[in-house]
């Protein structure tokens, strides 16, 4: 097995709504917001290669939306998936599989594309399946009010349309399966929305967890630190302290898909509860 960091884009979103009830004070000193209360955030997928597999973890927002639509999310950078698997010797076409962690714009928009014409859509991976769960795909196809704005169609049902689109099948009484029919097991959170999916690695002798959405960055380490975004914030803080406690007691490598700036942490226990413990690069931690 062989680990890739893929950068699908920056952009920014407001900090307020990035930490919920957290003060701007406390919250600007660990992720520094600019003059329109804006701060930086990644769209950082993981390419995994496997044997025969090239697996595709998230797809960022992709570029197919409106110029007025990308104007509210504020683009900076010149990262892209292509620029990305290019630089690791690989192309689009040779992803085998894509795996959405859920289906919100920012996390799944790359998965589609307009075709040649710009008459219709199609899968940006031609030759790749793409994985959800069945749970999260009925709860993201008929979105609720509070989360219609982030599963957009477009993104959604031409995977579907495509006959590619498998779903990874939860035991209902548990929420971690071991394996999958890809090369990790997953952790079902609920918190900030219906059956996301976190990933977790074993790759040479770690165990790397890749957070999408229950920690997007170190800053949102600390329990109270939940996004606005969030369907159900008081589960996601009892998702986050479950998992976080877990991740200090087996010394877990964090890798964060939204944090601009920092790609892996670890945590420790500390007398204030689970904290930021270290700091990485993908290239420093694995030698690569």
């Given at each position: 097995m062989k680990l890739y960091p893929i950068e699908a884009g920056n952009f920014k979103l407001d900090g307020g709504a990035m930490f919920g009830v957290v003060p701007k004070s406390i919250w600007n000193r660990t992720n520094p917001a600019d003059g329109n209360n804006l701060i930086d955030m990644a769209a950082r997928c993981l390419l995994i290669e496997e044997g025969e597999k090239l697996i595709l973890i998230d797809t960022g927002m992709?570029?197919?939306?409106?110029?007025?639509?990308?104007?509210?999310?504020?683009?900076?950078?010149?990262?892209?998936?292509?620029?990305?698997?290019?630089?690791?010797?690989?192309?689009?076409?040779?992803?085998?599989?894509?795996?959405?962690?859920?289906?919100?714009?920012?996390?799944?928009?790359?998965?589609?594309?307009?075709?040649?014409?710009?008459?219709?859509?199609?899968p940006a991976f031609k030759n790749a399946r793409f994985w959800s769960n069945k749970d999260h795909w009925d709860w993201a196809t008929t979105p609720n009010p509070r989360e219609k704005a982030s599963f957009l169609k477009e993104n959604i049902i031409p995977m579907q349309q495509s006959g590619k689109l498998h779903f990874v099948e939860k035991d209902p009484?548990?929420?971690?399966?071991?394996?999958?029919?890809?090369?990790?097991?997953?952790?079902?959170?609920?918190?900030?929305?219906?059956?996301?999916?976190?990933?977790?690695?074993?790759?040479?002798?770690?165990?790397?967890v890749f957070m999408a959405d229950l920690l997007p960055t170190a800053g949102h380490v600390p329990l109270p630190y939940v996004m606005g975004y969030d369907t159900r914030p008081l589960l996601t803080m009892t998702e986050k302290e479950n998992f976080l406690n877990k991740a200090a007691d087996e010394n877990y490598y964090l890798f964060l898909e939204h944090d601009a700036h920092n790609q892996i942490i670890t945590v420790k226990h500390t007398e204030k509860g689970v904290r930021l413990d270290q700091t990485f690069s993908f290239n420093e931690l694995f030698n690569q």
């Open positions: 992709g570029d197919k939306q409106s110029e007025k639509f990308y104007g509210y999310y504020n683009l900076w950078g010149d990262e892209s998936i292509d620029k990305s698997l290019t630089k690791y010797g690989f192309h689009r076409d040779d992803v085998t599989d894509v795996f959405m962690t859920h289906l919100h714009f920012d996390h799944c928009g790359g998965s589609v594309q307009w075709n040649k014409e710009r008459t219709g859509y199609e009484t548990n929420s971690y399966l071991d394996t999958t029919p890809l090369a990790f097991g997953v952790f079902f959170a609920d918190g900030h929305t219906d059956k996301q999916m976190i990933p977790h690695i074993n790759y040479q002798g770690k165990t790397l």
